[in-house]
């Protein structure tokens, strides 16, 4: 049995009931097949993948809190520090009910290619907790977050691990969580990013997942003699991806004509009035119904539907798995040219064989959607230096990070001889600069 069929059986096995964990490591290292046999005995000996594939340290604890009623709360809290190969362990808290163990070695996983991929010397890591900040008061959101952070203080730091926001995981989350760290450990330091302008957040982060996704999304587009103008775009979420997605997306001539919660869906033909959005979602946090309400144009439909409407170029920015193998048939017949992932792993791994065999270019969430992390180490230079940058200047670093990105796994695909499957490039890009470090430090 060939390596790579050895250690995705292993993890399988060794990691029962975590299908989203199976399906980001299967996706990873059937791409890499290539690489892995060219060197397989050397990576063999290494146990190069075995160590690839188990985290370096799993942390999972208890967060008691007290709710606006007085009655004890428990949820779980984790913090998976995946590797630590190119730099310290960085990626986002996740604070959704679904979330489990399984879940955010996924996303884990995921990282540790993503972080790669943006050349910048960071690790990968994530965490979060089954906590579910819908419809809680700021004060219950507080008591949460400082209890998460009194245990999570314990093994993060601006040099070994920095969180970052994720699903349910935004400004407010990170203010509570940042001002309990101080606390707890008297240290003003970078331990977070996505932090608010007024102590030591960055410019641009807040937009950086959704506009990096449209600067490779044009680069890919430019480079296959097409662009976003005049295009018809169809989005999935209603969150901090997807609404600055949608920005970009018309900034730059694009037409985005719909977005979703885990409710229902808008289709607007007339294009996403984005300011009414932000005011719904980041102001309000109330549901799309109100986007329909107070829009003429909008149409509201009750659970999921984004991909039935004809669009030229699809961007799902709300969470795993929300794009199968049937939606992907509907965006084939309806003549979509480009799906590009701004959450992590959207698509099933049967509907991106569907659409890349249907000639749709496809870039994965762990190159598409990386502007955010790569901000995120921005910000961590800019608190290191003690100083801020422009918008200006963090935005030029993010389109010209999104650029190098395209080409690196473009520039990868063509060398192993898979000329436009992006999710290999990406995927091989990713390893080889992980790999390198880790046989470069020894047995760790
Ligand atoms: P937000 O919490 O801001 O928004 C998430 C959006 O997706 C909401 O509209 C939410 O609807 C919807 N959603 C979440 N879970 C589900 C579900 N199970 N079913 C249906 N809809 C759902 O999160 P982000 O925008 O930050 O994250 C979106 C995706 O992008 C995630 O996959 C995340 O991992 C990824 N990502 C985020 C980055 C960032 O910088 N924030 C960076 C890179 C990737 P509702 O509010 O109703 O739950
Ligand atoms: O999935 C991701 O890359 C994020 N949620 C952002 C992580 C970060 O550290 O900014």
Same mark, same amino acid.
């Given at each position: ?74 949820? @779980? ?74 245990? %999570? ?49 960055? %410019? ?59 409710? *229902? ?22 549901? %799309? @119904? ?81 502007? *955010? ?46 000329? *436009? ?10 390893? %080889? ?12």
């Amino acid at each position: 049995m060939s390596y790579v069929d050895e250690v995705i059986d292993m993890v399988v096995a060794k990691n029962p009931a975590q299908p989203e964990f199976h399906q980001a490591v299967k996706e990873v290292l059937e791409s890499l097949r290539v690489v892995i046999e060219a060197n397989e005995e050397t990576y063999r000996k290494e146990a190069l993948l075995e160590r690839l594939v188990n985290p370096e340290r799993q942390i999972i604890f208890r967060v008691p809190w007290v709710d606006d009623k007085g009655q004890v709360q428990v949820n @779980t809290g984790y913090r998976v520090q995946f590797n630590s190969a190119i730099g310290p362990y960085k990626g986002g808290l996740r604070l959704h009910p679904s979330v489990n163990i399984g879940i955010i070695k996924f996303l884990g996983f995921e990282q540790i290619f993503k972080n790669s991929l943006t050349g910048l010397p960071i690790g990968g890591g994530k965490g979060g907790s089954d906590f579910d900040p819908k419809g809680k008061s700021d004060r219950e959101v507080m008591a949460f977050c400082q209890s998460f952070m009194t245990e %999570l203080s314990k093994y993060i730091g601006a040099d070994t691990d920095v969180p970052a926001g994720d699903i349910g995981t935004g400004a407010r989350e990170i203010g509570y969580m940042f001002g309990q760290y101080k606390k707890i450990r008297g240290l003003y330091e970078g331990v977070l990013t996505g932090k608010g302008l007024s102590y030591g957040g960055s %410019l641009a982060r807040t937009e950086a997942t959704g506009y990096g996704l449209l600067y490779i999304t044009e680069e890919m587009l430019k480079c296959n003699g097409s662009d976003i103008k005049g295009k018809t775009i169809a989005v999935s979420g209603a969150g901090n991806v997807a609404i600055y997605a949608i920005q970009k997306a018309q900034q730059l001539g694009g037409k985005p004509v719909t977005c979703s919660d885990s409710t *229902g869906w808008i289709y607007d033909p007339e294009g996403i009035d984005v300011e009414l959005l932000k005011e719904i979602k980041e102001v309000k946090r109330a549901r %799309l @119904t109100e986007y329909a309400a107070a829009r003429k144009s909008a149409e509201y439909h009750e659970g999921k539907g984004v991909w039935s409407v004809k669009c030229d170029i699809a961007l799902p920015c709300a969470t795993q798995n929300e794009l199968n193998l049937d939606d992907a048939k509907a965006l084939v017949a309806n003549g979509c040219i480009a799906v590009c992932e701004g959450a992590n792993m959207p698509t099933t791994l049967d509907a991106t064989e569907y659409l890349q065999k249907n000639g749709v270019w496809f870039i994965p969430g762990k190159a598409a959607n990386a502007g *955010g992390v790569a901000t995120s180490a921005l910000e961590m230079s800019q608190n290191s230096e003690r100083l801020s940058w422009t918008f200006e200047e963090v935005d030029g670093k993010l389109q010209n990070i999104m650029v190098n990105i395209f080409h690196n796994l473009d520039d990868a695909a063509k060398k192993y001889g898979m000329e *436009g499957n992006y999710v290999a490039g990406a995927n091989i890009a990713g390893f %080889l600069k992980v790999a390198d470090a880790m046989t470069a430090q020894g047995i760790v």
